[in-house]
């Protein structure tokens, strides 16, 4: 039987090849040349000799960073905004989830949803300029009712001590209701008859959280809060970038909108290379680490 | 079962007024959340409907203050960039949506066959590629498309981010989930392999497929950066880009701008009136294209 059906060619493997030709050109192209483009952050890159004539240097660009005072700087504010982000946005989708976990009412349950999922559809960039304009200290809507309660208005944007929270109060208003989402199916696949032999030993609201309800999500937080550590120093450049502003830099520069700064507004190609290289790496160490770790949870929850 | 143990704990809370005050608290919880959530767009639109004096003076809180105005409006719907940047934005996300689906399934369907030769080749030239931090690929990226002379062309955002990795790990995933019989009995009926695609896998897959191009296409939507950094022709700007010069740029420099004087009066309300209209065709398709992305999450959080 087996070898009839060999006989007929189950899979076309020309055919297949052919399909993947435009992917493979376009992984290649797109993911692949840019990878080997990294070996600029070693050489003094000019675009006018080309990546193979520019020279050598050796480790150059990467002691110019470390040397410099931005070094400091911008891992400072990486690792403080992952951090801080680990502490008041990770926990909020799990907090979301169980609050309308324990809804009963079909309708209050979908609305809720519904309003808490919205801003995930909100660009980036209409959030930002949403929140630079409620904060504003002239006619800002923050700073008018401190006002009208007597207070002096806030340079929120301007005063570097802001930013972080900021940020992350951002992040949160977001990211939260869809990130809840995972957690609210990891929430329905928990045994109802767990709840029902609770109820009949009488266990109350408090007791049945503790001990089936939390520990039925814990698989979850843990694989997602190693997917985060995994991303902790990879601080979106996209949304940072949005908030910043030539005097809070002290405090909103991370990593990855310095090697912007630096390499395609500046041009310093062959320097932000280093930088973004340097970023990678430790980038590439968590992920892994994370994923390790992961593996322990969850055998195919390994390689996000 | 369920009903009757339902029912039970239904009256026992009737009896019992005890049990009825977390529950308040968790309504009560759960509506402040969805106020805060809902707050900054309900202002946003009462603020772009207000006489600028009054939103000059800090006088909106929830409502519009009278007079009812659509002067900003009027404003803002002259402005050409406006228009320019939807028109191009609707190019971008039509064309480089089609070229993000067409991508993912040609590289999906051949990674999902199980007797193709280069499954687990394909397989990890693709999933690496996840690994690569955005930071770190930023300036080689931006001098490969560079030295193909892309900068500057509307090509270059169609085709530089073609696939992402993550969906086509989730389409192949999917695919995955076809039982081979039928692809075999196709085969055996001398099926090619265009035709099993196009006859047997993609009209199945219609959910999978609505899902992940619904993700391109908010990421294409929501997208400024890379279209930022590509282009310097104002006339071929997508809308973010657009926004993000109306409204964080210009809010940013008047806050800057200690004294603002009268001339800047009319500008807030403006950049509110800016905010509802490149953000409305959002809210109107939201409510109907909700449940693909529940459905995404999930799809993404269980991918093997």
């Known amino acids: 039987m087996k070898v009839r059906r060999k006989k007929f060619r189950l899979v076309d493997e020309r055919a297949l090849w052919l399909m993947l030709i435009p ?58 905004i992952g951090f801080l982000s680990i502490i008041f946005e990770f926990p909020m989708p799990i907090i979301l989830a169980l609050l309308l976990n324990g809804i009963k009412n079909k309708i209050f349950k979908k609305i809720s949803q519904t309003i808490t999922l919205l801003p995930y559809f909100v660009s980036f960039v209409v959030i930002a300029g949403i929140a630079i304009n409620f904060l504003s200290p002239s006619t800002g809507v923050i700073n008018g009712i401190i006002k009208r309660l007597g207070g002096n208005p806030i340079y929120f944007m301007q005063k570097p001590k802001y930013f972080w929270f900021i940020y992350i109060f951002l992040r949160i208003f977001k990211g939260t209701g869809y990130t809840a989402i995972i957690y609210l199916a990891a929430l329905t696949a928990i045994d109802p008859n767990l709840y029902e032999a609770a109820d009949c030993d009488g266990a109350g609201r408090f007791n049945k959280l503790i001990y089936i309800t939390l520990p039925g999500i814990l698989p979850t937080i843990m694989i997602m809060f190693l997917v985060r550590i995994g991303r902790l120093i990879s601080v979106s450049f996209e949304e940072v970038l949005l908030l910043q502003n030539d ?36 980038a590439l160490f968590l992920v892994i680490f994370s994923n390790k770790l992961a593996g322990r949870f969850r055998s195919e929850a390994t390689l996000w | 079962m369920k009903q009757l143990s339902g029912k039970l704990s239904k009256s026992r809370k009737r009896i019992n007024i005890g049990n009825l005050i977390p529950d308040i608290i968790l309504y009560l919880v759960v509506m402040i959340i969805c106020i805060i959530t809902i707050y900054p ?41 406006i228009w320019t940047g939807y028109a191009n934005t609707l190019f971008y996300v039509t064309f480089g949506t089609a070229i993000n689906l067409l991508v993912s399934i040609l590289a999906a369907y051949p990674m999902s066959r199980k007797r193709f030769s280069g499954r687990k080749f394909m397989n990890i030239f693709v999933s690496i590629t996840m690994f690569i931090s955005a930071t770190g690929m930023m300036i080689p990226l931006y001098l490969v498309v560079k030295s193909l002379h892309l900068l500057n062309t509307r090509l270059s955002i169609l085709i530089v981010f073609a696939a992402f990795p993550f969906y086509v790990i989730i389409l192949r995933s999917f695919f995955e989930t076809i039982p081979e019989e039928l692809f075999e009995a196709a085969k055996l009926d001398g099926a090619s392999e265009l035709m099993i695609l196009t006859q047997i896998v993609l009209p199945v897959s219609g959910a999978a497929l609505a899902t992940i191009g619904l993700y391109y296409l908010t990421n294409r939507w929501n997208g400024y950066f890379w279209a930022m950094v590509f282009l310097n022709n104002e006339k071929k700007y997508p809308l973010q880009v657009v926004l993000r010069q109306l409204i964080v740029l210009a809010s940013m420099g008047e806050e800057m701008d200690t004294n603002i004087g009268k001339a800047a009066t009319n500008a807030e309300a403006v950049k509110y009136a800016t905010i509802v209209v490149a953000t409305l065709p959002i809210a109107v398709i939201y409510p109907f294209i909700q449940k693909y992305f529940v459905k995404g999450v999930t799809l993404g959080s269980v991918k093997g």
């Open chain 1, 23 to 80: 992917v493979i050109a376009y992984f290649i192209i797109f993911k692949y040349i840019p990878v080997s483009g990294i070996i600029i952050a070693f050489k003094r890159y000019s675009p006018f000799k080309g990546i193979a004539a520019s020279p050598w240097v050796g480790f150059l660009y990467f002691k110019q960073f470390f040397h410099s005072v931005y070094f400091g700087r911008v891992l400072r504010n990486t690792l403080m």
């Open chain 1, 247 to 282: 005097v809070i830099l002290s405090t909103a520069e991370v990593i990855s909108t310095f090697v912007y700064r630096r390499g395609l507004i500046g041009a310093d190609y062959s320097y932000a290379t280093a930088v973004g290289l340097f970023e990678t790496v430790i």
């Open chain 2, 41 to 81: 767009f309900l202002y946003v639109v009462s603020a772009s409907f207000s006489d600028p004096q009054a939103l000059y003076e800090n006088r909106v809180v929830l409502v519009p203050v009278m007079p009812f105005s659509v002067q900003s409006y009027k404003l803002i719907l002259r402005d050409a960039r």
